[in-house]
């Protein structure tokens, strides 16, 4: 469920009051028992670097890797090769200028019909090498 911003603000601040009110003061101060484990996650300011760096090792850094491998994928296309679109057309490279954001493909031998789609369309590349051992 998502809360809105002065929910998470009231949250935080019910949190704090807790917090100060269970600290002990002055004299009353005596040695905290728990361990180093138990002091790091009562910080709230630790629970939430500890996310973000969960977050990045689990969700952003192989998603940085995944469109890296796309984008050296789509740097080699050339000629011949085949090709399966975002939207499911399948078609052979014609033309793929390396400068040229989009890419020529043929998706009929018979009659020779082509499009001009982007290059960022192009989810999945198979060289023609192997597409014509298939057959």
Not at 49 to 63: N, R, Y
Request: aromatic share 6%.
């Amino acid at each position: 469920m998502f809360y809105g911003a002065g929910q998470c603000l009231c949250g935080f601040l019910i949190l704090f009051a807790q917090v100060a009110e269970s600290a002990p003061t002055g004299e009353q101060a005596a040695p905290d028992g728990g361990g180093f484990l138990q002091q790091f996650l009562g910080n709230p300011i630790n629970l939430v670097l500890f996310s973000l760096i969960l977050f990045f090792l689990l969700v952003a850094q192989p998603q940085r890797k995944q469109m890296k491998k796309q984008q050296q994928l789509l740097a080699g296309l050339k000629k011949n090769d085949r090709v399966i679109t975002s939207g499911g057309i399948h078609g052979t490279v014609v033309s793929a200028n390396t400068g040229e954001p989009t890419v020529s493909i043929r998706i009929d031998d018979n009659t020779g019909t082509r499009l001009t789609v982007n290059r960022e369309s192009i989810s999945t590349v198979a060289s023609a090498n192997s597409s014509d051992s298939a057959k």
